[in-house]
């Protein structure tokens, strides 16, 4: 094994032991490559690390929670921590000035608190929410780094991190949901449909909304949802169902098309129960 694959195939030259005849030689080969003045690496080392510490930084951001799977929408290009003394930033991407609040994992590569954090102040709302909801269900962080993450969050968010959710099982519902809540609008998160699993939101307890994602409704779960809305007709909720494009490209005709289908559902609700909606 290669003295370089010992400290985690990316180090300082200072840091490892080999000869320089050695080096050189690995360096002609191939197996070594010279990042930045007194930085090496070897041919395993990460690509998003190698590619910060050419530029001076260390990957942190959204760059991180994406290689987790963790909902990332919202932003762009490669996202680098850099000290605030940093000169010479030769990067392209997003640069964050500034020491990490919550430690780094590497040199090279923030730790996973210290990224959801600076996400969280990077992204617009709705997809720093969904971030923070994506990261507590894929078990990227735990209930004690939650209560560290929003008791240091920008105000902004403060708002909406007192009704944070911990069973969202997409950003795009997360976003949803927020949207549906700024107007005004009662959503409870995967309400139950006995027998059948659960819808994404419920809206104003008379309209299930399922927000579909080619990941976990193919053509092969084309007949279970259908059963589904069957089932949710039959609890005496209206069933709906939207997809990415519907969120993201034609938002306003959504919501419209939304209010249109819970004012018909409470007044529906109304005519059977004999109660007033206001």
Do not use: K
């Amino acid at each position: 094994m290669h003295p370089l694959c010992a400290t985690g195939h990316l180090s300082l030259r200072r840091d490892i032991v080999i000869a320089d005849r050695a080096l050189v030689a690995a360096l002609r080969s191939g197996r070594i490559v010279r990042v930045r003045r007194g930085v090496l690496a070897c041919d395993h080392a990460d690509e998003l690390e190698v590619q910060a510490a050419a530029s001076g930084g260390a990957v942190t951001c959204t760059s991180v929670l994406a290689t987790h799977g963790v909902w990332v929408a919202g932003s762009t290009g490669f996202h680098i921590q850099v000290p605030p003394t940093a000169s010479r930033v030769g990067h392209q991407g997003t640069v964050h000035w500034g020491r990490p609040r919550f430690g780094m994992e590497t040199p090279w590569r923030a730790s996973r608190l210290q990224s959801l954090w600076q996400a969280m102040h990077c992204l617009d709302e709705e997809n720093a929410l969904a971030a923070i909801e994506s990261a507590i269900r894929l078990g990227f962080v735990d209930a004690a780094e939650v209560r560290m993450l929003v008791a240091h969050a920008p105000d902004r968010l403060r708002p909406w991190l007192r009704h944070l959710c911990h069973t969202s099982q997409s950003g795009n519902e997360t976003v949803v949901r927020v949207r549906l809540q700024r107007v005004g609008y009662r959503v409870v998160s995967q309400g139950a449909v006995p027998g059948m699993g659960h819808e994404d939101l419920v809206i104003e307890d008379c309209v299930g909304l399922d927000v579909d994602g080619r990941r976990w409704h193919g053509e092969d779960r084309f007949v279970i949802d259908r059963d589904r809305d069957l089932r949710v007709e039959g609890l005496g909720r209206s069933a709906l169902r939207i997809a990415a494009p519907h969120i993201w490209d034609s938002w306003p005709s959504t919501l419209a098309v939304i209010d249109r289908v819970v004012a018909d559902a409470l007044r529906e609700r109304q005519r059977r129960t004999g109660r007033s909606l206001g």
